[in-house]
């Protein structure tokens, strides 16, 4: 049960991170012909997979060295009120006219913008590298065949983008405390409080956004 709990986490993760990924995917391939436009889809999705996955791989593996956890929660921590608090950037890629091109340049556009997703990914999963592979062989692949659907879906269901934004921040408060020495820190500091921090991050970031999107709607 906690396995399906922890992949439904990576799977929400992905699917509110990769809104960028996926106008880019979408943007990168336009140009092509039907048939080769599905072909530079299939090759950029599996390619994104594998490299995902040993982006992820590293991760767990850097993450384990003492203070590397804290930094990444403390990144994971910017990234989840970046989501809600920034406005949205205008993304421009360059249109390719031919299946290699555009694998590349989904490729390229994947590994740059994935920082955020292996960061949660890793945060998220424990080490579990089963998990992760699970998590991110599905999840991709959702938002290459459903790239238009996933933006339209975080523009209708702006409650997906707050749930993403909660699950960013509570993993990175448990990257906090699971840190060897970091954690250490914070359970001297607050020694009957420490174990909420994870509750308390994300609770001030979803707060954080609906007050700075209840702002940006009065005016």
């Known amino acids: 049960m906690e396995s399906l709990l922890l992949l439904g986490e990576i799977l929400m993760i992905n699917l509110v991170l990769s809104g960028d990924n996926a106008m880019v995917i979408a943007m990168a391939s336009k140009n092509l012909p039907e048939q080769h436009r599905k072909l530079a889809v299939w090759w950029g999705a599996a390619g994104a997979v594998v490299l995902r996955c040993l982006l992820t791989f590293a991760a767990v593996l850097l993450l384990k060295i003492p203070y590397i956890e804290a930094g990444g929660g403390i990144l994971l921590l910017w990234i989840a009120f970046k989501l809600l608090l920034e406005e949205e950037e205008d993304i421009r890629v360059e249109e390719s006219s031919?299946?290699?091109?555009?694998?590349?340049?989904?490729?390229?556009?994947?590994?740059?913008?994935?920082?955020?997703?292996?960061?949660?990914?890793?945060?998220?999963a424990k080490g579990d590298l089963a998990l992760i592979v699970i998590g991110i062989a599905l999840s991709i692949p959702i938002v290459v065949w459903g790239s238009g659907i996933i933006v339209g879906w975080l523009h209708r269901f702006p409650v997906l983008i707050y749930i993403g934004a909660y699950i960013l921040a509570y993993t990175a408060g448990d990257m906090l405390l699971q840190d060897a020495k970091f954690g250490a820190v914070i359970s001297f500091l607050l020694p009957s409080f420490h174990s909420m921090l994870p509750l308390l991050l994300g609770i001030i970031v979803v707060i954080s956004g609906l007050f700075k999107r209840g702002t940006l709607s009065a005016k």
């Open 98 to 124: 031919t299946v290699w091109k555009s694998v590349r340049t989904i490729l390229l556009a994947d590994f740059i913008m994935s920082l955020d997703n292996v960061l949660a990914i890793a945060g998220v």
